[in-house]
């Protein structure tokens, strides 16, 4: 399984857009790169998944780089309800494995 | 909504006790997963089941077995708990695809006290 590594903290804007990078160059041809969170206290709530291609939903997007050796996750307007701590993980389709996340503190 | 639910939110246990913990989800999902979390270690993956009677090792299952005798049950036993056991145990769930793939769904967490 492919490992990620991410910065360990980062400060955003509210508002402004929140880009969290993840590097995971080991990645095989069929993993897929998910991204959770984590607010205190709280379970891990999904965000977002891809394979190669870019990917958006209603709560953020994923822009994958075309060797899949790094992705970055975008929450386009910070909230304070954002500050969590964000989990870029990767795997085949049974096991996830997670590292110790992004810690995102978005700003008044 | 897909809900998975931790028997306890918190508990408290002595040395040297079995301890059980129990995951249930409601969305029929085939995979179901065991997970602790300790500061500065993030979460890391103790056992999956992908079926029934079915369980994989993750990366730290050293003290520790599972049970899936339902689909929708997956317990977690500590045989012989120890104060380095003390931790935040997470439960989560997901749907086998094996095409496109989908996300896992996490309980609330049971605080795991040894003394």
């Known amino acids: 399984d492919a490992k990620t590594t991410q910065p360990p903290s980062m400060d955003c804007a509210e508002g402004r857009a929140a880009n969290l990078p993840c590097n995971h160059s080991?990645?095989?041809?069929?993993?897929?790169v998910y991204w959770y969170r984590q607010i205190h206290s709280q379970g891990p709530q999904y965000i977002i998944h891809g394979l190669k291609n870019n990917e958006t939903n209603e709560m953020a997007s994923l822009i994958i780089t075309e060797d899949r050796k790094s992705s970055t996750l975008i929450l386009p307007h910070a909230t304070l309800r954002d500050t969590a701590v964000y989990y870029c993980?990767?795997?085949?389709?049974?096991?996830?494995?997670f590292g110790t996340g992004t810690k995102l503190q978005v700003i008044p | 909504d897909v809900k998975v639910t931790q028997s306890s939110r918190y508990l408290v246990k002595r040395t040297g006790e079995k301890v059980f913990l129990e995951c249930v989800q409601d969305m029929d999902h085939e995979n179901m997963f065991w997970y602790r979390q300790d500061p500065g270690l993030g979460l890391r993956l103790i056992y999956f089941?992908?079926?029934?009677?079915?369980?994989e090792k993750g990366d730290i299952p050293e003290g520790y077995s599972v049970s899936r005798e339902k689909k929708e049950r997956f317990s977690l036993i500590l045989e012989s708990a120890s104060t380095n056991q003390t931790s935040m145990y997470l439960c989560?769930?997901?749907?086998?695809?094996?095409?496109?793939?989908?996300?896992?769904?996490f309980g609330q967490g049971t605080r795991l006290t040894v003394v």
């Open positions: 080991t990645i095989s041809g069929n993993e897929y």
């Open positions: 089941s992908y079926d029934v009677k079915m369980k």
């Open positions: 993980i990767s795997g085949g389709y049974q096991k996830v494995t």
């Open positions: 989560a769930s997901s749907l086998r695809d094996l095409i496109t793939n989908t996300e896992a769904f």
